[in-house]
């Protein structure tokens, strides 16, 4: 669970602080261009990182800095209370005179209040538990590079606990039209897009084979007419998705018959009915799961939007994180003053600011006084 | 989407508190339930849930036999109110109608119609176990 997020000097985000703290959902709301998906895009970065990612040219921009001022440090700090244990990594960047690619200024990762390693410019200091200081690994690396990826791990050590958590964030916002049924590989690391939801599903029945009935019954819920789906192997190192629907036939007597239809051939809401349900079984699948998912309610019909949210919600009470972005009334009535954010920016001169709900008490229906343009944080 | 033809609940909120209040009671629901159940957009007043149940859910409800509703609605203490709002319902769906309060001297009245709740509803968002 995100206990804290600090970003600082990247996009519209400045000096900004998301406090999450025992919350296992909240929702982000805020008139469009308020910072709600750079949210998103700075999570990415951490998580691109943690995917593997280092060079510092393909996390961030000179461009991502606020209004251009490369004068400052562009800053993530996130702080993850992961099996009662705290992390935190923080990573800065800056972009001295000349240099067209920004560097590392420092980056440090805290377990349990203990080091696992800092790092200033090109020096790393890698901290070994229970040692003297004088027994720590001190090295050089290039500065255009993020040391995560690369500090050597084993199994259940903090470092492995942190990033492999932080890796497997589910962070979306799907394009369902982009989402075909062929997979060449299996994973447990969907992309933003969700292009790669074949071989999620592969990943995770892989992994987790009792992941199909909690996958069933929620689209059986949503679906009535839903029989099962199969991801038959169609080459030599490729399957492909197919859903079967039961259909009533006019025929006298009248019969039932099954309907096979390719994945990439449902609409783009049922699309988001079946990634809702690997996000429902990857949570049960993991301890203690994250996910942010940017505008879920998108293409869903009004009757489907509230137990949609509501289920998402529900998946991730016990141990987990929840969080959406929404401008869909009926997605924002699901959620209380308690566990809404609300993003504002007044102009793109100026950063977003965050501040809870309950704090800025809204009289009357949230819903109306978000269309009056009333909610001001 | 709820099958209007399976037995099913709408709750209609006086106000934003109750919204919020229904929300909690939708967490506590198992997962293949939670479409046999919507919670409306909040009313606006304790007049206006019954304009709205007057205006746009008798008809519903005489169409569809397994709808029920819930109306959330604060008593403020004032036992008149709740006769008031009972008469307004049809003779006819005032089985499948039900009020929840919060007022203290009402609690009484919640108590029975929980029960009444419990009894018709139950079957339809709580599954055996």
Request: glycine content about 6%; some cysteine.
């Amino acid at each position: 669970m995100i206990r804290r997020l600090y970003v600082h000097n990247f996009r519209c985000l400045e000096n900004f602080e998301l406090r999450l703290a025992n919350q296992p959902s909240v929702l982000l709301i805020g008139s469009n261009g308020s910072g709600k998906t750079t949210v998103r895009l700075a999570l990415e970065v951490l998580q691109k990182i943690a995917r593997g990612t280092n060079r510092v040219g393909a996390l961030v921009k000179p461009k991502d800095f606020f209004l251009g001022r490369t004068d400052a440090p562009m800053r993530f700090e996130i702080e993850v209370e992961l099996q009662g244990t705290i992390y935190q990594y923080t990573i800065a960047f800056e972009l001295p005179r000349g240099f067209r690619e920004l560097r590392v200024l420092e980056e440090n990762l805290v377990s349990g209040g203990q080091p696992v390693y800092t790092r200033n410019q090109a020096q790393v200091r890698l901290a070994r538990a229970g040692r003297l200081a004088e027994q720590e690994a001190n090295f050089r690396m290039d500065w255009h590079q993020v040391a995560l990826p690369i500090v050597q791990e084993s199994p259940n050590n903090p470092l492995f606990i942190f990033k492999q958590w932080l890796a497997r964030m589910l962070i979306l916002q799907p394009i369902p039209s982009l989402i075909k049924g062929e997979s060449t590989g299996e994973t447990l690391e969907p992309n933003v897009d969700a292009v790669n939801f074949a071989a999620w599903f592969s990943g995770l029945l892989a992994s987790t084979p009792a992941a199909y009935a909690r996958i069933d019954e929620y689209l059986k819920g949503v679906m009535p007419d839903m029989r099962n789906i199969r991801n038959p192997v169609i080459g030599r190192e490729s399957r492909s998705l197919f859903v079967s629907f039961l259909v009533h036939m006019l025929s006298s007597p009248p019969t039932t018959s099954e309907l096979e239809v390719p994945f990439e051939d449902l609409s783009d809401g049922e699309k988001c009915f079946m990634i809702c349900a690997l996000v429902l079984a990857a949570s049960d699948a993991n301890e203690q799961p994250f996910c942010f998912w940017d505008e879920p309610d998108s293409h869903l019909a009004l009757s489907e939007i509230g137990h949609f949210v509501v289920a998402l919600r529900k998946a991730f009470q016990s141990g987990g994180q929840f969080l959406m972005t929404s401008h869909n009334p009926e997605a924002i009535r699901r959620f209380s003053d308690e566990n809404t954010l609300v993003l504002m920016r007044r102009s793109h001169l100026e950063p977003a600011v965050v501040r809870p709900l309950g704090e800025l008490q809204v009289k009357g229906d949230l819903v109306g006084a978000l269309i009056q343009g009333d909610v001001e944080a | 989407m709820t099958n209007r033809h399976q037995p099913h609940v709408l709750v209609l909120p006086e106000d934003d508190a109750n919204r919020q209040i229904a929300n909690g009671f939708l967490m506590g629901l198992d997962q293949p339930t939670l479409k046999q159940i919507q919670v409306l957009p909040p009313a606006g007043g304790w007049k206006a849930v019954l304009h709205e149940f007057e205006s746009n859910h008798v008809v519903g409800m005489d169409r569809y036999s397994g709808r029920y509703m819930v109306l959330l609605i604060d008593f403020d203490g004032q036992a008149g109110r709740l006769n008031v709002v009972k008469q307004k319902i049809p003779q006819h769906l005032q089985e499948r109608v039900f009020f929840l309060g919060w007022g203290h001297n009402l609690l009484r009245h919640n108590e029975v119609e929980i029960e009444r709740l419990r009894r018709h509803v139950r079957p339809i968002l709580f599954r055996a176990t």
